[in-house]
């Protein structure tokens, strides 16, 4: 699916599962899987986007929104 140019990944659900999959799709295979078990098991922090998908959030928005 594609996002709003003015959209964000703090907007909800569906943009968030979009930014998701595409992090997935580009980045990690098994990042939802893992980011999954990050949250349920409180082992969740911001570094695990760095770690997964190579940068920090923002950063993987910004190449995520100028792809769509």
């Not at 930014?19 to 969740?44: P, Q």
Request: charged share 35%.
């Amino acid at each position: 699916g594609k996002v709003s140019a003015k959209a964000s990944y703090k907007d909800g659900y569906k943009t968030a599962a979009v930014f998701f999959a595409w992090i997935e799709k580009t980045k990690d295979k098994d990042f939802i899987r893992k980011m999954n078990e990050a949250l349920r098991t409180n082992k969740y922090k911001d570094d695990l986007f760095k770690e997964w998908a190579g940068a920090d959030v923002d950063a993987l928005w910004k190449e995520f929104a100028a792809a769509q």
